[in-house]
């Protein structure tokens, strides 16, 4: 697949490092359509780190600067008040370099937990 550059504002690198939650990762994101726009003004005002999307549009990445879960988790939240819906799955940079067809979470994992308690 093609892709066109990847669009930052804060100088975002892809970092491999020696576990998938600690390497840079990616939302993929199928047929973003419109919401090209949104994701493209989050990334303008820093709510997003970087994106590409492939040239026929048909897929979208939103990447994070780590795939711990609280960072993916923050960016899953973005991309849902933005407007994306749907299922989605995130890949570290760290499987994609080996590449390894293994997805490191869904947004079902972060959307169907229940709330924590408060005390």
């Not at 939650?21 to 199928?30: D, E, H, M």
């Not at 994106?51 to 897929?59: D, F, Q, T, V, Y």
């Not at 979208?60 to 960016?75: G, I, K, P």
Request: with cysteine; glycine share 4%; hydrophobic share 35%.
């Amino acid at each position: 697949m093609r892709w066109f550059p990847t669009t930052s504002e804060n100088a975002f690198q892809s970092m491999i490092t020696d576990s998938d939650q600690t390497s840079t990762g990616k939302w993929i994101i199928q047929c973003p359509g419109p919401l090209w726009e949104e994701i493209d003004a989050a990334l303008m005002d820093g709510r997003l780190d970087a994106a590409k999307k492939a040239r026929n549009h048909s897929i979208a990445l939103v990447y994070c600067r780590s795939s711990d879960e609280q960072t993916v988790a923050e960016t899953l939240a973005i991309l849902r008040e933005i407007g994306v819906e749907g299922d989605m799955r995130y890949k570290s940079d760290r499987a994609t370099d080996q590449r390894r067809d293994e997805y490191l979470y869904d947004s079902a994992d972060f959307e169907h937990r229940s709330a924590p308690l408060i005390r």
